[in-house]
């Protein structure tokens, strides 16, 4: 059982960059790959960037070179830097573990967090 707990969402212009910070319980973060989704109101969860446990990443082509995913296994986080927000970037932020080594959609995910809400403001 792996239990995730999202923070560092907020309220920031467009323009601006937040950190978002996923930490994990359990002994084995390692061996998971690591996610970054969102969720924006009367839309479906949609995938935004994914670490592997070898330390690959995938990125969504709307946040490619914008957002930057990085993971501490040491302490059992994952964090997604956001940088050059836009309005549209306005949603609740999920954090997942995979068991899998490449995870890029929402049902290939074992465990979640309950989100952090970032808005965007023009």
């Known amino acids: 059982q792996v239990q995730l707990v999202e923070s560092g969402g907020g309220l920031v212009q467009a323009g601006g960059s937040l950190r978002l910070s996923c930490a994990a319980s359990?002994?084995?973060?390692?061996?998971?790959?690591m996610g970054w989704f969102r969720q924006a109101p009367g839309k479906e969860r949609e995938f935004v960037a994914a670490?592997?446990?070898?330390?690959?990443?995938d990125y969504a082509d709307s946040v490619k070179d914008r957002f930057a995913i990085s993971r501490d296994n040491a302490k059992n986080s994952v964090y997604l830097q956001m940088n050059s927000l836009k309005p549209e970037d306005t949603a609740v932020y999920y954090c997942?573990?995979?068991?899998?080594?490449?995870?890029?959609?929402?049902?290939?995910?074992?465990?979640w967090g309950q989100g952090t809400q970032v808005t965007v403001s023009s």
């Open positions: 670490i592997s446990w070898s330390g690959g990443r």
């Open positions: 997942g573990a995979a068991r899998r080594l490449k995870a890029v959609s929402t049902s290939q995910y074992d465990y």
């Open positions: 359990g002994r084995t973060f390692s061996t998971y790959s």
